[in-house]
Nanobody, 126 residues
Framework: QVQLVESGGGSVQAGGSLRLSCVGS????????MGWFRQAPGKEREGVAR???????AYADSVKGRFTISIENAKNTLYLQMNNLKPEDTAVYYC????????????????????WGQGTQVTVSS
């Protein structure tokens, strides 16, 4: 069973940066479909960034140019570097994994990923 453990959340002021990490229990999933989601209070969960087959990357329009998703295979770790944070980025951030690299975009868009982490809180103050 795949386990995903996020870390790196915290509280920062607007304009600041944070780097989220997601350690997977197996490197296998890092080669397929990995992504970051977030859910703010009272709002639906939204996809933030995804990476398929280690190279095919996509971002939500709201974070383009500010967030960077990456994988460090040697450490079985998925990262989300978040720069120029805004108060509207405040949410619980989740990493997720799925075996379907071919359908990564579809499954990510639907939030139908096979495995999820427990979440880490990011709070951005103005």
């Amino acid at each position: 069973q795949v386990q995903l453990v996020e870390s790196g959340g915290g509280s920062v002021q607007a304009g600041g940066s944070l780097r989220l990490s997601c350690v997977g229990s197996t490197y296998t999933y890092m080669r397929y479909c990995m992504g970051w989601f977030r859910q703010a209070p009272g709002k639906e969960r939204e996809g933030v960034a995804r990476i398929a087959s280690g190279t095919i990357i996509a971002y939500a329009d709201s974070v383009k140019g500010r967030f960077t998703i990456s994988i460090e295979n040697a450490k079985n770790t998925l990262y989300l570097q978040m720069n120029n944070l805004k108060p509207e980025d405040t949410a619980v951030y989740y990493c997720a994994a799925d075996l379907s690299a071919r359908y990564c975009s579809t499954r990510f868009a639907a939030g139908e990923m096979g495995y999820w982490g427990q979440g880490t809180q990011v709070t951005v103050s103005s």
